[in-house]
């Protein structure tokens, strides 16, 4: 795929709105856009001037018209992807929208394959490759907190930040090279390594730092799990039903009426949370039912937050269960039907609960009392960073992967330096941490396998 002197096209933008954009980029885009389009003022693309808008028509072989539209007019390199580009806004009718990218296929396009857009303004350096895959993310963006990542990545906060540590690197490099350079000199004096040291362990703290962050990156991105656990008919999917304000699940007063796990997401101050309710945990001969509460147990493993619902003090045994199973996570205990009673007799101090990892709330799913102070709490508990204009924060696994594989060799370096090993040795082991990094932006020579895979998760006309 990574041939870019034809030209290519596509639509660009969802059907089913009232304008779509037809996208043609390539050397002959302008030429072949010329081709089937006839401007109002008789002036053709070729000889108008680059980011004008020109109002016209396009029409078919036989002179009927398809369409009428406005072409936008790019020329090399101002343009997106480098190229020669024209964006043809159309009607949004998939008819004409066909017509359109059938007289361009015939006037010599090449059908555009998925993020081709994208890959040409890559291969053309407008773009990085960790900001090109931030235009895929930019797409996806459901909520505040994406968005802003996607566009700090985008504006190349994540690309500035991985050149600082190449900088500190190739210093490093640069200091050891000068030691080999001059081993035989013994009378001169090089930076001693304890200084070589500290400048290794910087870089790769900030290297584990930013891998740190990929989990965050994730959760964002997918919605950050939250289990909703406990007894049968302690208001489970009442709760669900609250928090997503739909009657996503089934509530009833018979106990085991939840038999699978239902999920859903909602929005907490701009980050995606997703809900999982759960099948209610009690001793049961029912097969089904027993599957479904490996399912809750399932869920609470991937879960960050649990919410363990309760309307009454939980007997040893259920105590002792969900300690188990709760090694890591962040548990709110939610104290359900406050309508009737009173948990002023519950005690928590049963439960060996972590305390800083445990919050307690007392809630009325089914009047609505202190959901909103639930979500709060939920939203603290989650334990979000700050995140701005500039934020870096992870979010692809193939970044995830290099930086990883980055803090192995710079490990590597710093026992080498912690130990007498030679500096080409160490050397070596430093390329290969600059080689890590480089792979995200691209700036290393990126296998064409990886280029198709990145670019193949963009979807057609981007
Ligand atoms: N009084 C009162 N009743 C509630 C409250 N929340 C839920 N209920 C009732 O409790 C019963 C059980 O509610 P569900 O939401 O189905 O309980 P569940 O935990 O999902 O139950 P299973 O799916 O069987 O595990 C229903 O009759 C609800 O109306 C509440 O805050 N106060
Ligand atoms: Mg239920």
Known sequence: MITNNDTICAVATRPGGALCIVRVSGPDAIR???????????????DSHAGTVIFGHISDAQGQIVDEVLV??????HSYTGQDS????CHGSAYIL?????????????????????ERAFLAGKLDLSQAEAVADLIASGNRATHRIAMSQLKGHFSSELSVLREQLLQLT????LELDFADHEELEFADRTELLSLAKRADSRITELARSFKTGQALKQGIPVAIVGRTNVGKSTLLNR??????AIVSDIHG???DTIEDTIQIKGVTFRFIDTAGIRQTADTIEQIGISRTFAAIDKALIVIWMLDSQPAADDIKEMESHLEGKKLILAFNKSDLNSYSAFDASVLKLPADNTKAIEISAKFNKNITKLEDLIYEMADIPEINADTVIVTQARHYEALNRAHTNLTRVIEGLNSTLPGDLIAEDL???????????????TPGETLQNIFSHFCIGK
């Open 32 to 46: 072949i856009t010329d081709s089937i389009f006839r401007s109002a003022s008789r002036r053709t693309l070729a």
């Open 72 to 77: 936008s007019l790019f020329r090399a390199p």
């Open 86 to 89: 024209t964006e043809i806004s």
């Open 98 to 118: 066909e017509q359109v990218c059938r007289l361009l296929i015939e006037a010599g396009c090449r059908q555009a394959g998925p993020g081709e857009f994208t």
């Open 174 to 177: 640069s200091l050891l090279e």
């Open 243 to 248: 928090l997503v304000k739909e009657d996503r």
């Open 257 to 259: 009426t939840t038999r």
């Open 431 to 445: 390329r290969l941490v600059l080689q890590d990094l480089a792979e995200i932006t691209g700036g290393a020579i």
